[in-house]
């Protein structure tokens, strides 16, 4: 029986980028059921004892460039390390996907999510731009200009925020986190882990 996985995502990381396209393969092969949950990340290291980066230690801040530059040269995913929109504000594409979710469009969802990360993290694009988002969204065939307008409703807020205190309760603490049943992968270098964990069914 296929198994259902809970992928925990910030879409401002470039970790939940890297792991993209290989946790999507990997979902696929299985016939895994993906439900995203782009949660607020913020809140998370805030109950968590995480520290956003800019309040990290230099080392820290330092160790975390070379590891993307080893990761986009490993992979071989063109990632600019610094983009110009770094770290945008991810409310309304965060909405849009929850609300592509909440529609029965969980593929649409995930398409969305990932081609938003890529177009911040590869195309230095504002993902904060609702025109861009709208062009993003029509890109996936998710409804543009009509999703981003019901992407604006205020109820979303209210459900993400439920979902980010859900992710906590459940042990979430980083992004990208891969969950199966109480067991999570945190990182896009724990995808051969889950791999092992979706084999087993």
């Known amino acids: 029986m296929a198994l259902t996985i809970d992928y925990f995502v910030s879409l401002n990381s470039p970790w939940t980028h890297l792991g993209a396209a290989r946790f999507t393969a990997l979902a696929a092969k299985h016939g895994g059921d993906v439900r995203i949950f782009p949660v607020d990340f913020g809140a998370i290291f805030a109950a968590t004892g995480g520290l956003p980066l800019p309040r990290r230690s230099p080392q820290r801040q330092a160790y975390r460039m070379q590891e993307l530059a080893r990761w986009r040269d490993y992979l071989k995913i063109p990632i600019i390390l610094k983009p110009r929109h770094f770290p945008a504000n991810e409310t309304l594409a965060a909405h849009a996907v929850i609300a592509l979710r909440e529609a029965g469009e969980p593929a649409k969802a995930l398409a969305l999510a990932h081609r938003v990360l890529k177009a911040l993290w590869e195309e230095e694009g504002n993902t904060a731009d609702p025109a861009?988002?709208?062009?993003?969204?029509?890109?996936?065939?998710?409804?543009?200009?009509?999703?981003?307008?019901?992407?604006?409703?205020?109820?979303?807020?209210?459900?993400?925020a439920r979902?980010?205190?859900?992710?906590?309760?459940?042990?979430?603490?980083?992004?990208?986190?891969?969950?199966?049943?109480?067991?999570?992968?945190?990182?896009?270098?724990?995808?051969?882990?889950?791999?092992?964990?979706?084999?087993?069914?």
């Open 132 to 160: 861009l988002l709208a062009t993003l969204a029509e890109e996936v065939g998710a409804g543009g200009e009509a999703l981003i307008a019901r992407a604006a409703a205020p109820g979303w807020a209210e459900l993400r």
């Open 163 to 201: 979902e980010t205190e859900a992710a906590i309760a459940r042990g979430v603490f980083g992004a990208p986190s891969y969950v199966v049943g109480d067991e999570i992968f945190w990182g896009q270098d724990r995808i051969d882990l889950l791999a092992r964990r979706l084999a087993i069914g």
